[in-house]
């Protein structure tokens, strides 16, 4: 054998060990990479997995705060934490027998800022379960209120305004007559508002053309260039527009004012009747000398009660600045609601001058109205969620 054959054959297995050693070398590296990779997905599924648990403890804990509605139930599987399935849509009709009354609130910011609604609670001592807004008619339906309105855990409610505000004339505005609804020159907003508030889905409370019986409004008959019998017309038209729209997930509100500043108006006469209303609103507020809510809005109830028995929820509320009778006048009217078995619930007017009220009304104007406030509400069963 000679030498060059020597030291190749001895080479031969050295080459053969470094070759293991370089195969051992990378499978060990790529190992180290594999696991980093398993480590990293499991970490993400784990994850995903304690949000989802996370999610369902606080929606059984703290009750429904997106869409409400949300009621305890089985065990849900892991498919089901790390994708949750949306809430489902409710049919309107679950609002109109509550386990209770509701409390909602007409803020400013309503119905956008949650930091508003979480103040209410923190001053009352429980969460609104509506939120009241104004919508005139020159702007168009924003269905991002309404889930605005949702993931508070409060039922919207719009008060849908025929006109373009006090600032262009308070009573007077011909663009917006009565008459003009009646003969369908509103039809193509009417329509597009509806295929909107359809398309959302979500039950919606409208509250439209409010406190008709007053003087105070462009669609009040009597007052610009109306007649009597329009307003009923009125009514009819846009409710059958909705109704044409698909829009059937609207709770229609008919909301008179107190008879106390308008005492000669013909309730009756403005009702459309019960096939185009589902709820009658009241708006009514304690002032002078008023020291109980039967002062304020006893009177007016009991003509509603003789023209229709469809629940009655109070749209408008609050009492104007008094040292020695706003909180009186709030404490009884919480002993007063519990006496109403037909009386949904109310909406406090949360504001005061600078925010668009003739009065302070807001129920914490003083450290005494606000104490009255939360122990007269303490005292009122409440509906558990949106829907009881």
């Known amino acids: 054998m000679s030498e060059t054959t020597t030291m190749e054959t001895s080479a031969a297995p050295q080459a053969a060990a470094t070759r293991r050693r370089k195969k051992i070398h990378w499978w060990s590296r790529g ?23 996370m999610a369902a403890l606080e929606l059984d804990s703290k009750g429904p705060r997106y869409a409400g509605l949300g009621r305890p139930a089985g065990a849900p599987g892991i498919d089901q934490l790390i994708h949750p399935a949306p809430p489902p849509v409710p049919d309107k ?11 909602g609130v007409a803020t400013p910011e309503a119905p956008w800022s949650s930091g508003e609604v979480d103040s209410i609670a923190d001053k009352a001592g ?69 295929q909107g508030v359809a398309a959302q889905k979500w039950p919606v409370a409208i509250r439209f ?21 329009e307003y009923v017309q009125a009514w ?8 044409q729209a698909g829009a059937t997930n609207v709770i229609w509100v008919w909301s008179a004012n107190i008879i106390r500043p308008v005492p000669g108006t013909d309730l009756a006469a403005l009702y459309p009747g ?5 709820w009658v609103g009241l708006t009514g507020y304690g002032t002078k000398d008023e020291e109980s809510a039967t002062d304020t ?43 109403q078995a037909d009386v949904l619930g109310f909406i406090w007017f949360e504001r005061d001058r600078d925010q668009g009220g003739k009065a302070d009304w807001r129920f914490d104007e003083t450290p005494e109205s606000q ?17 009881g």
């Open 93 to 103: 009709s679950i609002f109109g027998t509550p386990n209770g009354k509701y409390f």
């Open 236 to 243: 009819k038209h846009v409710h059958d527009v909705f109704t």
């Open 209 to 229: 053309a409010h406190e008709m019986n007053g003087i105070w409004y462009p669609w009040s008959e009597g007052k610009n260039g109306n007649h009597k019998g």
């Open 297 to 339: 809005f006893g009177p007016t109830l009991d003509i509603l009660r003789r023209i229709t028995h469809k629940p009655v929820l109070i749209t408008e509320t609050g009492r104007e600045p008094s040292t020695a009778l706003k909180a009186k006048w709030t404490t009884d009217f919480f002993g007063w609601l519990n006496r």
């Open 126 to 194: 429980v969460r609104p379960t509506m939120t009241e807004y104004f919508v005139r008619w020159t702007a168009d339906f924003d269905p991002k209120g309404v889930a605005r309105a949702y993931e508070h855990g409060t039922l919207p409610v719009i008060s849908w305004e025929p006109w373009d505000g006090e600032e262009a004339g308070h009573t007077e505005q011909p663009a917006f007559a009565l008459s003009t609804i009646v003969s369908g020159a509103h039809d193509d907003y009417i329509r597009r508002f509806a």
């Open 371 to 387: 104490r009255a406030f939360a122990d007269g509400i303490a005292t009122v069963k409440l509906a558990d969620g949106l829907g």
């Open 274 to 278: 019960d096939d185009y209303v589902d």
């Open 31 to 53: 190992s180290g990479i594999r696991l980093r990779i398993w480590m990293t997905v499991n970490v993400v599924l784990l994850g995903a997995l304690c949000w989802g648990v």
